[in-house]
């Protein structure tokens, strides 16, 4: 349960076969074609997803010390600065001594919450007037307008309003609220507003599950700084290390990848180490989940490849569907396995695709439905947490 937990910094755990080892950078494939959970849990656990990875670089080793001194800037001048930060790719390397400098540039990461203590009467007070104006708030701004009209700016209610509406809880349940403040970290003094927000694992009308790791990513209780900061963080990786992309297929054991996965960190701390509130932690979370989308998203191409060309042979040959899947699956050119799915199962999985569209639109269409179901990591649960608050006229507390 999320309020048995300490947070937890680092989620390099058990990936779901038992083991307990790392991810190495092995290509992992996916057997079954992307669709949404059908499970009742409200979380998606290390067994329905690909877990957060370790690659086997010397990241882990630059990371784990960090040092004393945590203003430590490197000494160049401006330019030469400039010109290195702005030079990014696979030729680009950066030595051992550098990487470690560039990490003690981070925060140290914070200390777990163990201690759970009780509110005052009075803070639970302060606190319950608090959230009502955060529900009317964020109610205002996602609920349909006329309804929205019904209700006063925040601000203008009387402590008496808000008691007599009991606290507006009842707004919580409208089907536009995308989070809600978790039933049992509200009462704990240790965390403060932010800290206690939960975003939702998935719509109310829909047992999917959104996020990878849904109980961890709330479980960390990081703060809306340290959340702004991975996601433009995560956001600039993606963009300056999407190079490491054309390596994806070398072997998880080979030198090449090794060299070049090492060379991807590397780079990754350099960014990182321009970012306030970041940990040496978190920027190896946000590198290894940023590796593992790049792999999720190689598979799902290879899903939306296979479809388009089940889509292709039925249209060609105007046969029956089953026939086509088993055609597309005989060609055994898109790097997919079907262990214990035979054609028949496949055909009436995609037996939606029949309509008549041309090529371009059928494509499209296609990638656009197996991408729905691609599951979102932290930089994504955390950007979805800032727009809730944003929407709650949240002040970081």
Not at 219 to 231: I, L, Q
Not at 273 to 286: D, E
Not at 320 to 347: C, T
Not at 377 to 386: D, E, G, R, S
Request: hydrophobic share 35%; proline share 4%; net charge negative.
């Amino acid at each position: 349960m999320l309020h048995e937990k300490p947070v937890q910094h680092c989620p390099l755990r058990d990936d779901g076969d038992g083991t307990g080892t790392a991810w190495t950078g092995e290509k992992r494939r996916r057997k079954h074609p992307p669709t949404s959970s059908s499970s009742d849990a409200p979380a998606a656990t290390a067994q329905d997803h690909q877990g957060p990875i370790s690659p086997t670089t010397d990241m882990e080793g630059v990371i784990q010390d960090q040092g004393q001194d945590h203003e430590l800037r490197l000494a160049r001048s401006d330019s030469e600065q400039h010109q290195q930060e702005e030079i990014w790719g696979p030729e680009v390397e950066i030595s051992q001594e550098d990487a470690a400098n560039y990490t003690k540039c981070l925060s140290p990461d914070a200390p777990p919450i163990y201690t759970r203590s009780s509110m005052t009467d009075e803070e639970e007070e302060d606190l319950n007037l608090r959230l009502a104006r955060y529900r009317i708030a964020y109610y205002k701004n996602v609920a349909e307008p006329e309804l929205a009209r019904e209700l006063k700016d925040p601000k203008d209610y009387s402590v008496e309003e808000l008691q007599d509406n009991r606290y507006f809880l009842h707004l919580g349940s409208h089907r536009s609220f995308e989070g809600c403040f978790h039933p049992i970290d509200t009462w704990v003094a240790e965390l403060n507003d932010y800290q206690r927000l939960l975003v939702f694992n998935g719509s109310r009308d829909s047992s999917d599950s959104l996020y990878i790791y849904w109980e961890d990513y709330h479980a960390y209780y990081r703060t809306y700084e340290v959340d702004d900061a991975y996601v433009k963080f995560y956001e600039e990786l993606s963009s300056k290390v999407k190079w490491i992309k054309a390596h994806l297929d070398l072997d998880k054991n080979s030198e090449k990848w090794i060299e070049m996965c090492t060379r991807a960190a590397r780079q990754a701390l350099r960014i990182a180490s321009r970012f306030t509130n970041l940990s040496a932690i978190l920027v190896g979370m946000a590198f290894y989940e940023y590796i593992a989308e790049l792999r999720e998203d190689k598979v799902l191409e290879d899903w939306s490849l296979f479809y388009f060309e089940i889509w292709k042979l039925n249209d060609l040959k105007k046969g029956s569907l089953r026939d086509a899947v088993q055609e597309a699956y005989e060609m055994e050119k898109f790097g997919l396995e079907f262990e214990g799915m035979g054609a028949e199962s496949k055909a009436r999985s995609i037996s939606f695709f029949e309509q008549k569209t041309e090529q371009g639109e059928a494509w499209d269409l296609l990638r656009k439905i197996v991408f729905k179901f691609k599951p979102k990591n932290m930089a994504k649960y955390a950007q979805k947490k800032l727009e809730i608050a944003a929407l709650m006229n949240m002040a970081p507390r």
